[in-house]
Protein backbone atom coordinates (compact mmCIF):
# COMPACT_ATOMS: atom_id res chain seq x y z
CA UNK A 1 0.00 0.00 0.00
CA UNK A 2 1.71 3.40 -1.18
CA UNK A 3 1.71 5.61 2.16
CA UNK A 4 2.35 9.51 1.42
CA UNK A 5 3.86 10.95 4.54
CA UNK A 6 3.85 14.94 3.58
CA UNK A 7 1.89 17.41 0.65
CA UNK A 8 4.98 17.76 -1.10
CA UNK A 9 5.73 14.01 -1.45
CA UNK A 10 1.59 14.02 -2.65
CA UNK A 11 2.56 16.41 -5.13
CA UNK A 12 5.91 15.14 -6.59
CA UNK A 13 3.64 11.80 -7.26
CA UNK A 14 0.74 13.83 -8.71
CA UNK A 15 3.32 15.42 -10.95
CA UNK A 16 4.75 12.17 -12.14
CA UNK A 17 1.29 11.15 -12.72
CA UNK A 18 0.48 14.21 -14.79
CA UNK A 19 3.34 13.99 -17.02
CA UNK A 20 2.77 10.29 -17.87
CA UNK A 21 -0.96 10.60 -18.38
CA UNK A 22 -1.65 14.60 -19.56
CA UNK A 23 -0.08 13.33 -23.20
CA UNK A 24 -2.09 12.79 -26.55
CA UNK A 25 0.26 9.31 -26.65
CA UNK A 26 -2.35 7.89 -23.98
CA UNK A 27 -5.64 8.81 -25.45
CA UNK A 28 -5.95 5.78 -28.41
CA UNK A 29 -5.50 3.05 -24.97
CA UNK A 30 -8.30 5.18 -22.82
CA UNK A 31 -11.92 5.32 -22.63
CA UNK A 32 -11.15 9.35 -23.83
CA UNK A 33 -10.58 8.30 -27.43
CA UNK A 34 -13.97 8.11 -28.03
CA UNK A 35 -15.15 11.69 -27.89
CA UNK A 36 -12.22 11.99 -29.68
CA UNK A 37 -14.01 10.46 -32.45
CA UNK A 38 -15.75 13.62 -33.07
CA UNK A 39 -15.82 17.07 -33.88
CA UNK A 40 -19.40 18.07 -33.12
CA UNK A 41 -20.28 19.71 -29.61
CA UNK A 42 -23.61 17.41 -29.73
CA UNK A 43 -21.25 14.29 -30.45
CA UNK A 44 -18.95 15.03 -27.86
CA UNK A 45 -21.17 15.21 -25.80
CA UNK A 46 -23.16 11.74 -26.12
CA UNK A 47 -20.29 9.94 -26.53
CA UNK A 48 -18.31 11.38 -23.73
CA UNK A 49 -21.46 10.87 -21.73
CA UNK A 50 -22.02 7.30 -22.72
CA UNK A 51 -18.33 6.49 -22.20
CA UNK A 52 -17.93 7.40 -19.18
CA UNK A 53 -21.25 5.51 -18.07
CA UNK A 54 -19.57 2.87 -18.68
CA UNK A 55 -15.99 3.26 -17.50
CA UNK A 56 -15.46 1.10 -15.12
CA UNK A 57 -13.35 -2.13 -15.64
CA UNK A 58 -10.46 -2.94 -18.01
CA UNK A 59 -10.25 0.03 -20.50
CA UNK A 60 -10.24 -2.21 -23.70
CA UNK A 61 -13.81 -3.81 -22.46
CA UNK A 62 -14.77 0.00 -22.15
CA UNK A 63 -13.69 1.27 -25.39
CA UNK A 64 -15.16 -1.86 -27.30
CA UNK A 65 -18.53 -1.54 -25.67
CA UNK A 66 -18.60 2.53 -26.27
CA UNK A 67 -17.79 2.13 -29.73
CA UNK A 68 -20.42 -0.64 -30.18
CA UNK A 69 -23.02 2.14 -28.56
CA UNK A 70 -22.26 4.30 -31.32
CA UNK A 71 -21.92 1.71 -33.90
CA UNK A 72 -25.47 1.31 -32.82
CA UNK A 73 -26.22 5.05 -34.13
CA UNK A 74 -24.14 4.36 -37.26
CA UNK A 75 -21.58 6.69 -35.42
CA UNK A 76 -24.05 9.48 -35.38
CA UNK A 77 -24.64 10.26 -32.06
CA UNK A 78 -26.68 13.07 -32.01
CA UNK A 79 -28.74 12.80 -35.06
CA UNK A 80 -29.55 9.30 -34.16
CA UNK A 81 -30.52 10.61 -30.33
CA UNK A 82 -32.90 13.80 -31.59
CA UNK A 83 -34.55 11.90 -34.58
CA UNK A 84 -34.78 8.26 -32.76
CA UNK A 85 -38.25 6.90 -32.36
CA UNK A 86 -39.26 4.29 -29.05
CA UNK A 87 -38.81 1.03 -31.67
CA UNK A 88 -35.29 2.25 -32.88
CA UNK A 89 -34.27 1.74 -29.55
CA UNK A 90 -35.00 -2.13 -29.63
CA UNK A 91 -31.52 -2.95 -31.06
CA UNK A 92 -30.07 -1.54 -27.82
CA UNK A 93 -31.99 -3.90 -25.14
CA UNK A 94 -29.60 -6.48 -26.01
CA UNK A 95 -27.09 -4.39 -24.89
CA UNK A 96 -25.19 -5.18 -21.49
CA UNK A 97 -21.90 -3.67 -20.00
CA UNK A 98 -21.24 -5.37 -16.63
CA UNK A 99 -23.99 -4.15 -14.69
CA UNK A 100 -25.46 -1.23 -17.13
CA UNK A 101 -27.97 -3.80 -18.70
CA UNK A 102 -29.93 -2.96 -22.16
CA UNK A 103 -32.88 -1.09 -19.91
CA UNK A 104 -30.89 1.22 -18.58
CA UNK A 105 -29.44 2.03 -22.23
CA UNK A 106 -32.71 2.73 -23.40
CA UNK A 107 -33.88 4.61 -20.38
CA UNK A 108 -30.11 6.60 -20.66
CA UNK A 109 -30.87 7.28 -24.63
CA UNK A 110 -35.02 7.75 -23.97
CA UNK A 111 -33.10 10.81 -21.23
CA UNK A 112 -30.80 12.39 -23.88
CA UNK A 113 -33.32 12.68 -26.55
CA UNK A 114 -35.85 14.80 -23.95
CA UNK A 115 -32.62 16.94 -23.06
CA UNK A 116 -31.34 17.62 -26.67
CA UNK A 117 -35.28 18.47 -27.92
CA UNK A 118 -36.00 20.68 -25.15
CA UNK A 119 -32.81 22.03 -24.00
CA UNK A 120 -30.44 21.68 -26.68
CA UNK A 121 -27.31 20.31 -25.12
CA UNK A 122 -26.41 18.53 -22.22
CA UNK A 123 -23.74 21.96 -21.34
CA UNK A 124 -27.35 23.49 -21.17
CA UNK A 125 -29.28 21.65 -18.09
CA UNK A 126 -25.69 22.18 -16.49
CA UNK A 127 -25.14 25.62 -16.97
CA UNK A 128 -29.19 26.47 -16.06
CA UNK A 129 -28.40 24.68 -12.64
CA UNK A 130 -24.84 26.98 -12.51
CA UNK A 131 -26.82 29.89 -12.88
CA UNK A 132 -28.86 29.20 -10.24
CA UNK A 133 -26.37 29.88 -7.25
CA UNK A 134 -23.03 29.71 -9.35
CA UNK A 135 -22.11 26.50 -7.71
CA UNK A 136 -21.11 23.18 -9.50
CA UNK A 137 -23.45 21.82 -6.45
CA UNK A 138 -26.16 23.24 -8.33
CA UNK A 139 -25.72 22.60 -11.54
CA UNK A 140 -24.90 18.97 -10.77
CA UNK A 141 -28.11 19.09 -8.94
CA UNK A 142 -29.93 20.62 -11.69
CA UNK A 143 -28.72 17.91 -13.88
CA UNK A 144 -29.28 15.28 -12.46
CA UNK A 145 -33.11 16.43 -11.84
CA UNK A 146 -33.46 16.60 -15.57
CA UNK A 147 -31.95 13.83 -16.71
CA UNK A 148 -34.50 11.57 -14.58
CA UNK A 149 -37.54 13.91 -15.35
CA UNK A 150 -38.32 11.32 -18.06
CA UNK A 151 -39.09 8.76 -14.83
CA UNK A 152 -41.65 11.09 -14.00
CA UNK A 153 -43.93 10.27 -17.66
CA UNK A 154 -42.47 6.92 -18.10
CA UNK A 155 -42.27 5.04 -14.61
CA UNK A 156 -44.55 7.36 -11.92
CA UNK A 157 -47.53 5.18 -13.84
CA UNK A 158 -46.49 1.69 -14.58
CA UNK A 159 -49.99 -0.36 -15.31
CA UNK A 160 -50.42 -4.14 -14.41
CA UNK A 161 -50.92 -6.62 -17.23
CA UNK A 162 -50.93 -5.06 -21.07
CA UNK A 163 -52.75 -1.71 -19.65
CA UNK A 164 -52.38 1.17 -22.25
CA UNK A 165 -51.94 4.32 -19.79
CA UNK A 166 -52.68 7.53 -21.32
CA UNK A 167 -51.04 10.49 -20.30
CA UNK A 168 -51.61 14.09 -21.02
CA UNK A 169 -49.02 16.46 -18.50
CA UNK A 170 -49.57 20.17 -17.86
CA UNK A 171 -47.96 23.02 -18.08
CA UNK A 172 -47.24 22.57 -21.58
CA UNK A 173 -45.53 19.12 -20.95
CA UNK A 174 -42.30 20.34 -18.91
CA UNK A 175 -42.74 18.89 -15.70
CA UNK A 176 -40.32 19.66 -13.08
CA UNK A 177 -42.05 19.63 -9.80
CA UNK A 178 -43.25 21.65 -7.20
CA UNK A 179 -47.22 22.06 -8.22
CA UNK A 180 -47.06 19.86 -11.64
CA UNK A 181 -49.78 17.84 -12.85
CA UNK A 182 -49.63 14.50 -15.20
CA UNK A 183 -53.16 13.77 -15.70
CA UNK A 184 -53.35 9.96 -15.98
CA UNK A 185 -56.36 7.87 -18.17
CA UNK A 186 -56.58 4.35 -17.55
CA UNK A 187 -58.54 1.79 -19.31
CA UNK A 188 -60.46 -0.52 -17.58
CA UNK A 189 -61.28 -3.10 -20.48
CA UNK A 190 -57.26 -4.18 -19.75
CA UNK A 191 -56.30 -3.00 -16.66
CA UNK A 192 -57.91 -2.80 -13.12
CA UNK A 193 -54.98 -1.17 -11.47
CA UNK A 194 -51.81 1.05 -11.66
CA UNK A 195 -49.09 1.82 -9.61
CA UNK A 196 -48.07 5.11 -9.01
CA UNK A 197 -44.47 5.38 -7.69
CA UNK A 198 -42.29 8.47 -6.87
CA UNK A 199 -39.48 9.37 -9.11
CA UNK A 200 -36.03 8.67 -8.52
CA UNK A 201 -34.99 12.38 -7.90
CA UNK A 202 -37.65 12.90 -5.14
CA UNK A 203 -36.22 11.91 -1.19
CA UNK A 204 -36.30 8.42 0.45
CA UNK A 205 -39.24 9.26 2.79
CA UNK A 206 -41.88 9.96 0.37
CA UNK A 207 -45.30 10.13 1.07
CA UNK A 208 -48.61 9.93 -1.21
CA UNK A 209 -51.64 11.56 0.16
CA UNK A 210 -55.19 10.03 -1.49
CA UNK A 211 -58.16 12.29 -3.14
CA UNK A 212 -59.53 12.26 0.85
CA UNK A 213 -56.43 13.45 2.23
CA UNK A 214 -55.05 9.85 3.56
CA UNK A 215 -50.81 9.67 4.05
CA UNK A 216 -48.79 6.83 2.95
CA UNK A 217 -45.33 7.50 3.99
CA UNK A 218 -42.54 5.53 3.35
CA UNK A 219 -43.12 3.66 0.61
CA UNK A 220 -41.70 4.28 -2.68
CA UNK A 221 -44.89 3.07 -4.23
CA UNK A 222 -48.67 2.84 -3.98
CA UNK A 223 -51.24 0.09 -6.27
CA UNK A 224 -54.44 2.44 -7.56
CA UNK A 225 -57.87 0.59 -8.09
CA UNK A 226 -60.41 2.53 -9.74
CA UNK A 227 -62.08 3.67 -6.25
CA UNK A 228 -58.70 5.47 -6.04
CA UNK A 229 -59.56 7.73 -8.76
CA UNK A 230 -58.86 11.85 -8.34
CA UNK A 231 -55.92 13.71 -7.23
CA UNK A 232 -53.14 11.91 -5.87
CA UNK A 233 -50.35 13.98 -4.31
CA UNK A 234 -46.74 12.38 -4.62
CA UNK A 235 -43.90 14.46 -2.04
CA UNK A 236 -41.02 14.31 -0.37
CA UNK A 237 -39.50 15.27 2.84
CA UNK A 238 -36.36 16.95 2.56
CA UNK A 239 -36.06 20.88 1.00
CA UNK A 240 -37.16 22.23 -1.78
CA UNK A 241 -39.92 19.67 -0.69
CA UNK A 242 -40.32 18.79 -4.68
CA UNK A 243 -44.53 18.04 -5.14
CA UNK A 244 -46.10 16.31 -8.12
CA UNK A 245 -49.86 15.96 -8.35
CA UNK A 246 -51.54 13.01 -10.65
CA UNK A 247 -54.70 12.74 -11.37
CA UNK A 248 -56.12 8.92 -12.10
CA UNK A 249 -59.40 8.59 -14.02
CA UNK A 250 -60.20 4.66 -15.03
CA UNK A 251 -62.42 3.82 -17.97
CA UNK A 252 -63.84 1.47 -20.02
CA UNK A 253 -63.51 2.31 -23.59
CA UNK A 254 -66.62 0.25 -24.85
CA UNK A 255 -68.83 2.10 -22.55
CA UNK A 256 -67.66 5.87 -23.17
CA UNK A 257 -66.44 5.48 -27.36
CA UNK A 258 -68.67 2.33 -28.40
CA UNK A 259 -70.91 4.67 -30.32
CA UNK A 260 -68.16 7.02 -31.60
CA UNK A 261 -65.91 4.72 -32.45
CA UNK A 262 -68.46 3.84 -35.60
CA UNK A 263 -68.70 7.58 -36.27
CA UNK A 264 -64.78 8.44 -36.70
CA UNK A 265 -62.36 7.00 -38.52
CA UNK A 266 -58.63 7.92 -39.08
CA UNK A 267 -57.02 7.10 -42.07
CA UNK A 268 -54.56 6.38 -43.84
CA UNK A 269 -52.33 4.18 -40.54
CA UNK A 270 -49.52 4.02 -41.08
CA UNK A 271 -49.05 7.28 -42.91
CA UNK A 272 -46.11 9.40 -44.16
CA UNK A 273 -47.51 13.16 -44.34
CA UNK A 274 -51.33 13.88 -43.56
CA UNK A 275 -54.29 11.91 -41.45
CA UNK A 276 -57.96 12.51 -42.52
CA UNK A 277 -60.10 12.50 -39.66
CA UNK A 278 -63.51 10.36 -41.28
CA UNK A 279 -66.46 11.91 -39.32
CA UNK A 280 -70.01 14.07 -39.93
CA UNK A 281 -69.47 16.05 -36.91
CA UNK A 282 -68.64 19.66 -37.43
CA UNK A 283 -66.97 20.75 -33.92
CA UNK A 284 -64.43 18.47 -33.36
CA UNK A 285 -61.38 18.61 -31.24
CA UNK A 286 -58.16 16.71 -32.77
CA UNK A 287 -54.49 16.08 -30.34
CA UNK A 288 -51.94 13.85 -31.41
CA UNK A 289 -49.91 12.55 -28.62
CA UNK A 290 -46.56 10.70 -28.52
CA UNK A 291 -45.54 7.91 -26.34
CA UNK A 292 -44.52 9.64 -23.75
CA UNK A 293 -48.01 11.77 -22.87
CA UNK A 294 -46.81 14.92 -24.61
CA UNK A 295 -49.19 16.48 -26.76
CA UNK A 296 -47.53 17.19 -30.00
CA UNK A 297 -50.16 18.71 -31.95
CA UNK A 298 -53.50 20.29 -31.29
CA UNK A 299 -56.97 21.57 -34.01
CA UNK A 300 -59.92 22.40 -33.62
CA UNK A 301 -62.85 21.73 -36.24
CA UNK A 302 -59.71 20.41 -38.40
CA UNK A 303 -60.20 17.20 -40.31
CA UNK A 304 -56.89 17.38 -42.32
CA UNK A 305 -53.75 16.53 -40.21
CA UNK A 306 -50.75 17.58 -41.85
CA UNK A 307 -47.56 15.24 -39.84
CA UNK A 308 -45.02 15.34 -42.29
CA UNK A 309 -42.69 16.94 -40.07
CA UNK A 310 -43.30 15.11 -36.97
CA UNK A 311 -40.60 12.58 -36.00
CA UNK A 312 -41.43 9.08 -37.31
CA UNK A 313 -43.24 7.00 -34.38
CA UNK A 314 -46.02 6.05 -32.32
CA UNK A 315 -48.61 8.15 -31.30
CA UNK A 316 -52.27 8.34 -29.82
CA UNK A 317 -54.77 10.68 -32.08
CA UNK A 318 -57.57 11.61 -29.60
CA UNK A 319 -60.66 13.02 -31.49
CA UNK A 320 -63.00 14.98 -28.97
CA UNK A 321 -66.85 15.24 -30.32
CA UNK A 322 -69.96 16.85 -27.79
CA UNK A 323 -67.28 15.83 -24.80
CA UNK A 324 -66.81 12.38 -25.70
CA UNK A 325 -63.45 11.22 -27.21
CA UNK A 326 -62.34 7.91 -29.46
CA UNK A 327 -58.59 7.51 -29.34
CA UNK A 328 -56.70 5.48 -32.07
CA UNK A 329 -52.98 4.05 -32.23
CA UNK A 330 -51.76 5.38 -35.70
CA UNK A 331 -47.99 4.95 -37.11
CA UNK A 332 -45.48 7.76 -38.93
CA UNK A 333 -43.46 5.37 -40.99
Known amino acids: MLMIKDITELRELLDVKYEKYNTTNFISTDPISIPHLFTKKEDIEIAAFLSATIAWGQRTSIIRNANRLLELMDMNPYE???????????????????TFNGDDCVYFLKALRKIYREHGSLENIFTEGYLQDNTIRSAIIHARKIFF???????????????NVHTDTLN????????????????MDVCDSITLYAPNWMAIN??????NATPYTNTN???LYPEDSGLWTIMDGIPPFDVIFVKVSF?????????????VSIYPNPTTDRLIINTTAINLEVTFTN??????????????????????GTY??????NGIASRKKVILN
Open 206 to 211: TTFVSP
Open 251 to 263: YTLTGITEKQEKE
Open 221 to 223: NKV
Open 316 to 321: IVSVVI
Open 291 to 312: MLGQVILSQHNTKVLDVSDLPR
Open 80 to 98: FVANANDYDFRYFRKFVHR
Open 149 to 163: LLVIICLVIKASAQC
Open 172 to 187: NGNITSNGDTIIANIN
